[in-house]
């Protein structure tokens, strides 16, 4: 089959051919449709710092992905069935540990991750465990390709009380335009988007925000407290990973509000704990991958149901052989979400 | 001032001519613009079983109300003007107990209401403890007027797990009908409303929900099971206190899921708690008021922020002289929500 | 091997031979050291309308046991070794549906529960699905033995808010003088305890019961209001299914409080939800099984730590040929918790 | 009467005659029976950066306090009476904010604090709003003076899961010391606690600490993990305020688990947000004060019950003139909580 392979411990991907992988007895092997592209797969092209450290050459990459079932191992029982489409979370927990029993198995310690610890999504073929599927029903897969990123926004907004509240999303790319279009459907009175980017600050405006803030013009705090006559938001959600968008979004937050922490900054962040976080009373969460799986039920009752429609985002699609320009798109701050063609249009 | 009192212990209100209320040192006078009409006044009117056993003539009645502030005790400090337009929380609670002292307020033992247990709205002015009082900002005096049972939907509804959940309320009249608003300006994925009067299932309707169930046409259980795939929905909104809907309510609930009790049974209720209760494992929450004060902001940000319009409940006004023609109107099931009209257009 | 099996569709238990279960591909064998004898099996035994519904013989019945593992599935993995002392869940569900994928597997509508719906655990082997194995550690088989019915104390009592509180538990057979040590251990202020039948007062004092009532002798309600200068208390835990306690429960408990459920009553229960649920704006809660694994976890934590020693409430143990004398002698209303030996000592 | 005082901006405190304060009408005057030294005096005293910023000479310092009513406001109502033994809640709040009216008093925007922002408690008598005022019961005068900085202790540990957890308690002053023994009382199954001052760990272990780790001999991460199989503790109390304390709790905490900041550090503290908060999935709450009312609620409780003793803790009393004494005892680090004497024992 075609993958889309990290070869060597150098920059660069390569389309290879490879063997189809096999299915284990718990497991089904899904035929990939649309897979989407994310700044990990950039950073394991690019062979940065962090991808050093983490990646095992030869892998296929790539995490996010739908498609339809081909082969179903023969313990995994009569949940699923042949031609099923379906997408999957990309977190492979052991099942043993108490995390991944108690429902917390995006925290367990054993996770691997598809596309980083083993071979990924970017392959026309992909052997996953059948716990960790969730079929699409109406969904389609190129929705479903995307579910594992508006996860990660399901997850931090949805783990905040939103109805009524009061939202600022720091940083537009995908996943904070996602979380944008999140708040707006869980009923959030108002939801505040700030980026440096004008194009992603314009999907963040057609995802629902009511105020965009373009970081180079105008002041974040400044601004938030002017609308919020002084009194702050509600709910942070900080998606950008930057020091200083991390120090804004705890000044914008109201005393005794919460602070939710996606973006992963590369560096230590100098935190004013005094006045920022305990004379403020403020809650701060660290969100990691999607809640297994009450993210992923959460998610399907709001796409299923017309709430939220990440359409708007999706601003780029390349077939499979194109991924060097698809990673080009991205770098060059125009894209939302890229998504690539692997099987064909399902 | 002009004033509707209850003066006898017999049916029928009396439009009389009465004292204005002095105002105490933490009190603030309020002259009443707009007072809302609601089931419990039609009791007292009625002078049954309920209202012998409460009240003690003569009294004012009415206690949903807004108005405008013109004159401020000397304790009462600088939170409010004259001038200012406000509702007011009317339920009158000590201070002093653990209860209210702890953000429980509306479950506080010690709880007076206006126009039940001390003189009410239903005047040209009322006297209130300046720290009931809400300010409406640009919340106009009719709306102001029915914050009260609104706030009981707020109450009912925000107090269950809204985003993306399947909510079923039992029950049309206005609370119910602002409770259908309510859960669909919180995110709710689908809303079943069910009643047996026509005219209160289209308002219902007008208030978003997705699916209008006539119970004198169709079984509820059998249609809501139908349409969840037999899971049932994740919240059920009892406001009918009718025994059958209370079983019916237990019944749609999914297992793990919630049901809020407001609607108020006139007797004992069989219930059945193995199977219903227990094997299900659900939660059950009985509604009272409004919790004083985090429904009050919950509901003045859902209002001020466009998220939620109670106006299509509102179908009659009346000025003060035809209370007889209010409680009629409200009497013949032909009504939504009905305001009195008692100092004038503000 | 030997067993106790339900043979025929009328009263009485028989102990057979029968073949060894096979140890399917993701399945242990467990060599069964200790059982628990419940109330449950006393209803399959005397084949009450209950048992005449839901139980197919033949069967082997008991579902509460811990043992040795003597095989292991090919599936299973690492998490388990032979010779490994464990206990089990003995609810088995899909794990494909919503409720068990999200942690509330207590709640699925696919449980098959051991001893009841399939082979149960009064027998020298049981084979079980490894992922409702839990292992001992330190703890003996005796104490596993009953881990299943802590579960039910732990799970009513953890999901209420303990330190500081006030807790009723009415019902002090085995599972509710449990949940008294449970409320001690996690810090409750004052625990009530009420039964009619002297000996298990006298087994909820020797777990900690602060104060013991016998029902025969005075009223609850008086008491318990009379002990509380009239606030009521601040949980009450409902483990005698009896329609008169589940009644005085709600009357004891505190405006605002909460009401744990676990006790099965047989019929309907009339309950005044006016004055006892929504105007004292209570919180009722049906405890089914064990939280999947949630419960498991606290448990073993408490056990492990100290917190929490059952041993008082084991007040007989029995050879497993004597299972007819351990069933008189849970009839006979003398008894705690009654062990049935099987393997042998562990 | 006789008050201790802050007179000018520089080093010092003086013991002084000043009039008897006048009672508001909302207000109760306190005869002040026994009052707590807490470092906050400490840096009023000295004179240090935060006190110049921040004090106001002349004022009457001192915050924690209890004592007997000698006069009662005329609009205080009868929740109180002469004689009457009380302590108070030190933060005063409007009334009138979002917070105040919502049980979140203790993050409201326009708290005042008694002995810094206006006149304190070490003084014969002390005029406080009587919505601050809280009855002792059985509760000593003693007792009562350092409820204060046990609240913060009560706060910290009750608004996270204790029962059956495991707890660090970073920083052994007295309200660290505090925070282990009501971790013990709520049920915790393990508490560790740490330190670098040998007698501080001493009062810890009296509290109940099950392991007392000394900084200086032995590294807190190192044998936190070798005591928890390296899976971390559920709960973190940061008492300390030191940056490398800070560190070592996010570092200790297990993944999902939750850290509470009470210790204030003096400048910003570098945090690595990514792998310390965002891939542990952690929850930090920034402590401030007491709940406003439910801490006060818990305490009493707590304290009443027996659950809960800090009598380890008081380890000196001074008369009121010797405050010199007073300080200088906890600047050398053998003290526990320091008493002051101001009106004769009750």
Same mark, same amino acid.
Request: a negative charge.
């Given at each position: 089959m075609r993958a889309i392979q990290k070869?060597?411990?150098?920059?660069g991907l390569k389309l290879t051919d490879i063997p189809k992988p096999d299915c284990g007895l718990t497991d089904v092997v899904i035929q990939v449709k649309h897979a989407g592209v994310c700044g990990t797969d950039l950073h394991i092209a690019d062979w940065d710092e962090w991808a050093q450290s983490r990646i095992k050459p030869p892998i296929v990459v790539g995490h996010e992905f739908a498609g339809e079932i081909v082969e179903i191992g023969?313990?995994? +029982? *009569?949940a699923f069935h042949i031609g099923q489409r379906v997408t999957a979370e990309g977190h492979i927990v052991s099942g043993h540990t108490r995390q991944s029993r108690t429902g917390q198995g995006h925290v367990c310690p054993t996770t691997q991750i598809i596309g980083v610890d083993r071979d990924g999504a970017f392959a026309e073929f992909i052997a996953m465990p059948a716990s960790n599927v969730m079929r699409l +029903? *109406?969904?389609?897969t190129v929705m479903g390709a995307i579910m594992d990123p508006m996860g990660n926004a399901f997850h931090t907004v949805l783990t905040a009380e939103i109805p009524g509240s009061t939202v600022l999303v720091l940083g537009c790319g995908p996943i904070g335009c996602f979380a944008v279009g999140v708040a707006r459907a869980a009923g959030a009175a108002r939801v505040f988007a700030a980026d440096l980017n004008p194009r992603r600050l314009e999907l963040a405006g057609d995802m629902g925000a009511h105020v965009c803030i373009d970081v180079t013009r105008e002041d974040v705090v400044h601004r938030v407290m002017d609308e919020t006559k002084s009194e702050g938001v509600d709910v942070v959600c900080?998606?950008?990973?930057h020091p200083v968008a991390i120090r804004q979004g705890l000044e914008c937050a109201r005393p005794g509000g919460r602070v939710q922490f996606l973006g992963i900054p590369q560096h230590e962040v100098p935190i004013r704990v005094a006045n920022d976080v305990i004379f403020k009373g403020l809650t701060l969460y660290g969100v990691v991958?999607?809640?297994?799986f009450e993210t992923w039920y959460q998610m399907r009752s709001f796409i299923e149901s017309g709430l939220?429609?990440?359409?708007?985002?999706?601003t780029h699609t390349f077939p499979m052989e194109q991924i060097d320009d698809a990673l080009r798109t991205i770098r060059s701050g125009e894209a939302g979400k890229v998504i690539l063609e692997i099987g064909g249009t399902a």
């Amino acid at each position: 089959m075609r993958a889309i392979q990290k070869l060597e411990r150098a920059p660069g991907l390569k389309l290879t051919d490879i063997p189809k992988p096999d299915c284990g007895l718990t497991d089904v092997v899904i035929q990939v449709k649309h897979a989407g592209v994310c700044g990990t797969d950039l950073h394991i092209a690019d062979w940065d710092e962090w991808a050093q450290s983490r990646i095992k050459p030869p892998i296929v990459v790539g995490h996010e992905f739908a498609g339809e079932i081909v082969e179903i191992g023969q313990d995994v +029982g *009569d949940a699923f069935h042949i031609g099923q489409r379906v997408t999957a979370e990309g977190h492979i927990v052991s099942g043993h540990t108490r995390q991944s029993r108690t429902g917390q198995g995006h925290v367990c310690p054993t996770t691997q991750i598809i596309g980083v610890d083993r071979d990924g999504a970017f392959a026309e073929f992909i052997a996953m465990p059948a716990s960790n599927v969730m079929r699409l +029903g *109406d969904i389609s897969t190129v929705m479903g390709a995307i579910m594992d990123p508006m996860g990660n926004a399901f997850h931090t907004v949805l783990t905040a009380e939103i109805p009524g509240s009061t939202v600022l999303v720091l940083g537009c790319g995908p996943i904070g335009c996602f979380a944008v279009g999140v708040a707006r459907a869980a009923g959030a009175a108002r939801v505040f988007a700030a980026d440096l980017n004008p194009r992603r600050l314009e999907l963040a405006g057609d995802m629902g925000a009511h105020v965009c803030i373009d970081v180079t013009r105008e002041d974040v705090v400044h601004r938030v407290m002017d609308e919020t006559k002084s009194e702050g938001v509600d709910v942070v959600c900080e998606m950008s990973g930057h020091p200083v968008a991390i120090r804004q979004g705890l000044e914008c937050a109201r005393p005794g509000g919460r602070v939710q922490f996606l973006g992963i900054p590369q560096h230590e962040v100098p935190i004013r704990v005094a006045n920022d976080v305990i004379f403020k009373g403020l809650t701060l969460y660290g969100v990691v991958g999607r809640k297994m799986f009450e993210t992923w039920y959460q998610m399907r009752s709001f796409i299923e149901s017309g709430l939220f429609d990440p359409s708007p985002v999706i601003t780029h699609t390349f077939p499979m052989e194109q991924i060097d320009d698809a990673l080009r798109t991205i770098r060059s701050g125009e894209a939302g979400k890229v998504i690539l063609e692997i099987g064909g249009t399902a």
